[in-house]
């Protein structure tokens, strides 16, 4: 994230980063209900230092990369704290880039071959439906499980609560792949149909691909950890 972006809000910044929450409030900068506000224009309004504040976001971001660069995949062995960095950075920031990304295509091959290829109406409302879900599901875990790896206070009975109930969520998600994948024939390409049509199934390719990894990492490591321990 680069913090030194003029239109950069003081939410973006926490939530791609959540140790900024802690250095914002050093700072007095109320970042909750002021999170829509830009972070250089309350620099700015506050007589903020803005070197030591640029500093000290970088210098916590670089500090949560390198948490799991210097482990590789070796994601079994990696602290919980790095392995929700990783998932974070991989694939949480991976699909909220890719959802709207493949809905606004999905959008434009139904207006061009909805009417030869009916079963584009089954794929976007099936999409329209994994994608909420799943804006849903990524805040859920960014809010109530990845912070909680981190604290020794955390209720843990609480959090295999929302354990369970993410667990389900996949479980969800995993039969709407199951779906789309059906319906599109295993992502086959009509002989009929344009480019931005191809460019659509293979960006949907990707994103089954993506979530495959993503949720394995979270059931079978990082939840699991939840689960037997403590
Ligand atoms: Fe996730
Ligand atoms: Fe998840």
Not at 63 to 91: C, T, W
Not at 105 to 123: C, K, P, W
Not at 171 to 194: F, M, Q, S
Request: some cysteine.
């Amino acid at each position: 994230m680069n913090y030194t972006d003029k239109n950069i809000t003081l939410g973006k910044v926490v939530a791609g980063l959540p140790q900024a929450a802690d250095i914002f409030e050093e700072h007095g900068i109320d970042f909750c209900c002021g999170g829509h506000r830009l972070l250089a224009q309350v620099i700015e309004e506050q007589g903020i230092d803005k070197n030591s504040l640029y500093e000290s976001l970088q210098k916590a971001d670089d500090e949560r990369k390198s948490s799991y660069q210097n482990q590789g995949d070796d994601f079994e062995n990696m602290s919980p704290v790095a392995l929700s960095a990783y998932i974070d950075d991989k694939h949480h920031s991976y699909l909220r880039e890719a959802l709207p990304e493949a809905s606004e295509l999905l959008n434009t091959i139904l207006r061009v071959h909805g009417n030869s290829h009916r079963e584009l109406f089954h794929v976007y409302k099936l999409f329209g439906q994994l994608k909420t879900d799943l804006e849903q599901h990524l805040l859920k875990e960014e809010t109530l499980v990845f912070p909680s790896y981190g604290q020794t206070h955390s209720d843990i009975n609480e959090t295999r609560v929302v354990i369970k109930e993410l667990m389900e969520e996949h479980d969800a998600a995993g039969d709407i792949l199951k779906e789309l994948r059906r319906i599109t024939n295993d992502y086959n390409i009509p002989d009929d149909v344009c480019g931005t049509f191809e460019r659509t199934y293979v960006k949907l390719a990707e994103i089954e691909k993506d979530l495959h990894r993503h949720i394995h990492l979270e059931n079978n490591i990082l939840f699991l950890e939840k689960q037997n321990n403590q």
